[in-house]
């Protein structure tokens, strides 16, 4: 290739990114004259909100020293979230004892990936080990009082932890139930599908928060003397029997879903309604709810500060506890702005997983 020829070549390839560029631009932002003044518009009303929210945020904030005397600043102080970030995701949690926190979380995610993964063979045995033996793990290690572990009682619990461990546990403890309250709802059985109408409207008539109250203050009136229910696992109990009753209308949608031919083949090849239901109905009706269970954790998720007002202190509850701190009064925005970003990637990142999820389902119909 002569030296000309080779000139030619570079100034194409270095042309072709920007005239690409250029079209994109054109076609999805310029499209016509409507579609570039709303352009325009957003693109205002983006540099006048992003100008003082980067000032304040990013160019006059605060993130080195140890006390508020270091921001002296009109910037955010992130030293206020550096120097109670451990605490923002621990509690009150002992701090020599952290390390069992973080090996209940690496088995949490070690436990998690073969079942979220594809392509996992006998996938139904790592979902068991999810929900039986990583449990009992995790209880063994936050709690302690067996094998040289010191006991760490759960009104030291708080934090991240805390909204982990309760949306792990209903989430696990609701889909079941859930399952086994649509099957309910749908039965010929007029006894069982009243019983499972009546806890379902029951449960989804009563706000959450009255639900919390009643598990922090009314459910000890009725237990005997002398047995004491721990407040955190009352209240994720809680938790539990009010989301599975959401999970059950959604898991109701996906089966009706289902075309009722499948059941009519499943028995013509002479499957029991059981059979038929565990292994042709259910696993199409799952696909076809991963959206609506995507939307119901992510509420979950949010929902687990709702804990705070009974005496568990979560992410939200800490940093409303770190902001009554004398030495930090006066840094409210900071802590409720690192708090939504924890919960936005939290709830984001659940998000990306359902749509990639729903991707590869729809790939193999």
């Not at 936050?142 to 209903?170: E, H």
Request: glycine fraction near 8%.
């Amino acid at each position: 290739m002569s030296d000309v020829a080779a000139g030619q070549h570079l100034t194409l390839r270095s042309e072709f990114p920007a005239r690409r560029a250029i079209d994109w631009i054109r076609r999805n932002l310029f499209s016509s004259i409507f579609n570039g003044v709303l352009t325009i518009i957003v693109l205002v009303l983006a540099g006048l909100i992003l100008t003082p929210l980067l000032r304040w945020a990013v160019f006059h904030a605060t993130i080195s020293g140890s006390s508020r005397a270091a921001c002296t600043g009109d910037g955010a102080c992130w030293t206020f979230i550096r120097v109670r970030f451990p605490r923002f995701f621990y509690g009150n949690y002992p701090a020599d004892e952290w390390w069992r926190v973080d090996v209940a979380f690496v088995l949490l995610v070690g436990f998690c990936a073969p079942v979220l993964r594809d392509g996992v063979k006998h996938k139904w045995i790592w979902l068991l080990l999810l929900l039986i033996v990583f449990p009992t793990i995790a209880a063994v290690l936050l709690w302690g009082g067996v094998f040289g572990l010191a006991y760490v009682d759960t009104s030291l619990w708080g934090g991240l932890m805390i909204d982990v461990i309760a949306s792990f546990v209903t989430v696990a403890g609701s889909l079941p139930l859930g399952i086994l309250l649509a099957f309910g709802r749908r039965s010929q059985l007029p006894v069982v599908r009243m019983l499972s109408v009546g806890y379902i409207e029951v449960w989804r008539g009563v706000p959450l928060l009255t639900v919390l109250f009643m598990s922090a203050v009314v459910v000890p009136l009725f237990l005997p003397d002398g047995v004491a229910l721990d407040r955190l696992v009352r209240a994720i109990a809680a938790l539990v029997l009010f989301n599975a009753a959401y999970m059950a209308e959604v898991v109701r949608g996906g089966l009706q879903g289902v075309p009722e031919g499948q059941e009519e083949a499943a028995a013509s090849l002479g499957l029991h309604w059981w059979h038929a239901q565990a292994f042709i109905v259910l696993p199409q009706a799952l696909r076809i709810i991963v959206p609506g269970i995507i939307n119901t954790v992510v509420d979950l998720f949010k929902d687990t500060t709702l804990v705070t007002i009974i005496g568990l202190f979560d992410l939200l509850g800490t940093v409303e506890q770190a902001l009554k701190d004398p030495a930090w009064l006066g840094f409210a925005t900071e802590g409720y702005v690192f708090s939504a970003l924890v919960f936005f990637l939290c709830c984001y990142t659940m998000s990306a997983y359902g749509r990639s999820m729903e991707r590869r389902l729809a790939k193999r119909q």
